[in-house]
């Protein structure tokens, strides 16, 4: 079959960019990339695993937690997560089969380590970024806390973390499509 | 005010006028054969169906012939005549660096969104990246890591698709109990459509070295709220785009500049902005935007996450709510959009008598997969209430659902991926106004939706 027009002019810009059109699929680009070495890597890579991966030393409780989240959290979230202008993040009266659900954290979240790698991440709206772990951990332990899924005193870190069972785990159907 | 209609009435003597009326017929309560708009014969063809109500008296010389214009300007800037199109912002109460701004989709035409009327979701503000300070990560299950700078990726080979982006919670008025009272745009603008350039993702995912364990990769943004999110691999390696200009020129700051993935017919929250990194990954992270957020919770209790594709939509953008048939009976443009994340739209069909009896529309051309398909067809109003609505098919044979069908199937609660057929009524007086099929609907307080929109 001769080589219609469309793929020559494919050829020829392939051919200007320098670029080997051959069998080898690595060589459809310039290859620019500069290599990235582990550091860089650890700096940039924040995210939590729903297994726990990813989470860093340190450690708090709800007891902790309360402090903080009165003085960075209350204004938009309301006592004890209530919602105000932010979410509701726990006390849900309404079951998710009910007229009006609540998909508070203990209600909804399937994984109790999204917690921590969302708070940690984009939290507090006006200093996002700036709360040490262990004062994300102690949040995370209030809140988990607030929605009756740990005691007060059961402190949160790496291990315990990922065992904190939430309700609403297998409450997902994956649709994939 | 709103745009308004002048009958042809030219058109409508030729019509009347035709020994066999019924020819010109496609479907009842007065559509007509898209085709009378395209032939020549009937003297239509640019002729414009919209116009102005008043035409002030046209002086021979206007004003603005007897002195020199406006200088050259390095960016042009609207008419000030157009002012009121204009992007509409629902932010949070508090923080209003959250929320959306809606595309104004019944005051545009054609089918690309101009580059400053594009929809915003924002999570906490748009923010202002140096493109020198900003590198794309790429690492994860890879052979080898690579940062590439954005000067770097302007060298790789370029390819450009028109498409649009929109966002899962696009009409979620949809399923309030009430029907919305916003215009088109500001209820159904959650999507918006342009030609995106950038450069291939499976490019740089090649070159970094995927692994055959890798089958998602987690995308980060660089904005304030760290945007996270998980993308199956075989999107990425489909037909995913590093996307780095919008219409032609770079991407504006509140459509990620300089860097954002575009992933073509998929939900808007997939397609990061501010891209920073890409982590190939045997698992997704399930971030809160993929778990407690665009999930859509069904009558079971169970609710649906990972619903990628946005399905077939069709709107009529004019005539639509809030807008007047202010001249009264007589040959109108019905005209809309329609697109599929699937692929082409291969039909819209236009119902004026509620959804008794259908007729084609005219597709114009091109109709391109993943974007904004207009579809046209002339009305003849004949004074009397009309109830108007537009149902698209895609080429997978999928059907725009009714509003009934959707309800039934989803419950109230999913408050994501509403993609209902839109019901317009005209009352008698030519007001147009948004209603649902099923009448015993339309009354009662206004309950409202089950999440605000966070
Ligand atoms: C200025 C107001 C404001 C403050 C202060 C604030 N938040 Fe938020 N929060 C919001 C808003 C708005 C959202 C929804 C964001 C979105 O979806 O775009 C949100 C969402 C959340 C969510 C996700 C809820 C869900 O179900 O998806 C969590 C968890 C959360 N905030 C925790 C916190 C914590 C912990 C703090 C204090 C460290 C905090 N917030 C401080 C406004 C605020």
């Known amino acids: 079959m001769l080589p219609n027009k469309s793929s020559l002019a494919l050829i020829s810009v392939l051919t200007l960019a320098g670029i080997d059109s051959g069998a080898d699929p690595t060589a459809a680009g310039p290859n620019l990339g500069e290599p990235a070495d582990r550091r860089a890597i650890d700096s940039h890579d924040r995210g939590i695993m729903p297994d726990g991966a990813g989470l860093p030393a340190g450690g708090g409780t709800a007891v902790q937690g309360k402090v903080s989240y009165d003085n960075l959290c209350l204004s938009c979230h309301g006592p004890g997560g209530l919602g105000d202008s932010g979410d509701q993040l726990a006390g849900a009266q309404m079951q998710l089969t009910d007229e009006w659900p609540e998909k508070t954290i203990g209600a909804y979240w399937p994984y109790a380590p999204t917690l921590f790698d969302f708070i940690r991440r984009a939290k507090p709206m006006a200093q996002p970024g700036s709360l040490t772990d262990s004062e994300v951990y102690a949040l995370t332990a209030y809140l988990l806390y607030l929605n009756e899924l740990i005691p007060e005193d059961r402190e949160m870190n790496a291990t315990t973390l990922p065992e904190v069972k939430m309700p609403n785990r297998e409450g997902f159907i994956q649709v994939l499509d | ?454």
Request: charge should be neutral.
């Open chain 2, 1 to 454: 005010m709103y745009i308004l209609y002048i009958p042809v009435n030219t058109l409508l003597k030729i019509l009347t006028s035709a020994n066999n009326k019924s020819l010109h017929l496609a479907a009842g309560n007065g559509l007509l054969d898209r085709r009378l708009f395209l032939q020549g014969g009937l003297a239509l063809g640019g002729a414009p169906l919209l116009a102005a109500t008043t035409v002030a008296a046209t002086p021979a010389r206007p004003d603005w012939m007897n002195r020199p214009g406006e200088p050259f300007s390095h960016y042009g800037q609207p008419s000030p005549h157009e002012s009121e199109v204009a992007r509409f912002a629902s932010p949070n109460r508090v923080w209003r660096n959250n929320g959306v701004s809606w595309t104004p989709l019944h005051r545009l035409e054609g089918i690309i969104t101009p580059n400053g009327l594009h929809y915003e979701r924002h999570h906490n503000g748009v923010p202002q990246i140096d493109p020198d300070a900003h590198q794309l990560l790429v690492h994860g299950l890879v052979r080898q890591p690579l940062f590439v700078s954005m000067d770097n990726l302007l060298r790789y080979p370029l390819r450009s698709q028109i498409c649009f982006v929109e966002c899962g919670g696009n009409s979620n008025a949809g399923w309030n109990k009430t029907p919305s009272r916003a215009e088109a745009g500001y209820f159904h603008g959650l999507v918006s459509c342009s030609e995106w350039t950038g450069v291939p993702l499976s490019v740089i995912l090649t070159e970094a070295g995927i692994d055959s364990t890798a089958q998602w990769l987690i995308a980060d943004g660089a904005d304030a709220f760290a945007m996270n999110i998980s993308i199956p691999m075989a999107k990425a390696m489909d037909d995913a785009m590093l996307a780095l200009y919008q219409n032609g020129e770079r991407l504006r700051p509140e459509n990620g500049y300089p860097l954002r993935l575009i992933l073509p017919g998929w939900e808007g929250v997939l397609n990061v902005k501010w891209l920073r990194s890409l982590k190939a990954a045997a698992h997704p992270i399930m971030a809160r935007n993929e778990t407690a957020r665009y999930t859509e919770l069904l009558p079971s209790g169970k609710a649906r996450m990972f619903t990628f594709t946005m399905e077939a939509k069709s709107l009529i953008t004019s005539p639509s709510g809030g807008m007047v048939l202010q001249q009264g009976p007589g040959l109108y443009q019905v005209t809309g959009l329609a697109w599929s994340g699937r692929g082409r739209i291969t039909q819209v069909e236009v119902s004026a008598d509620g959804g008794e009896t259908w007729a084609p529309a005219a597709l114009q051309e091109p109709v391109l997969p993943k974007a904004f398909t207009r579809f046209r067809i002339p009305w003849q109003w004949d004074g009397a209430p009309a109830i108007l609505q537009s149902r698209a098919t895609d080429e997978t044979g999928y059907v725009q659902p009714e509003r009934e069908q959707l309800l039934a199937a989803r419950g109230r609660h999913g408050f994501y991926h509403y993609n209902a057929i839109v019901t317009w009524s005209v009352d008698k007086a030519g007001s147009v106004s948004h209603v649902y099929a099923a009448q015993q609907e339309q009354s009662g307080a206004d309950l409202g939706i089950d999440a605000g929109w966070d």
